[in-house]
């Protein structure tokens, strides 16, 4: 079973900065694609960032030159590092990876629970 934790969330002013890390375990090859997306109360899911094994990127409009999503060089890690946040940003972030559980395997879709982030004004 492969699990993805998120972790980092928390209260911060507008303006401020955070840094949230989703980390794989269980039985898993490899993740291929690994992203963040969010959900605010009332709205549907979003996608916030997607970064690829090779390390191309994919941001939302509504965050791009604020967020920067990266990975560690195992791969299996990935981190949105966000600042100038606003309260709009206030939403749960959750984490999602397509992970193979052999080489060249098919590719098979894994969410984290969600950490929480709220921005004041």
């Known amino acids: 079973q492969v699990q993805l934790v998120e972790s980092g969330g928390g209260l911060v002013q507008a303006g401020g900065s955070l840094t949230l890390s989703c980390e794989a375990s269980g039985r898993f090859f490899s993740f291929n694609v690994m992203g963040w997306y969010r959900q605010a109360p009332g709205k549907q899911r979003e996608l916030v960032a997607t970064?690829?094994?090779?390390?191309?990127?994919v941001y939302a409009d509504s965050i791009k030159g604020r967020f920067t999503i990266s990975r560690d060089g195992a791969g299996n890690t990935v981190y949105l590092q966000m600042s100038s946040l606003k309260p709009e940003d206030t939403a749960t972030y959750f984490c999602k990876g397509y992970y193979t559980a052999y080489n060249d395997g098919p590719n098979f879709p894994s969410w984290g629970q969600g950490t929480q982030v709220t921005v004041s004004s």
């Open positions: 970064i690829t094994s090779a390390g191309t990127t």
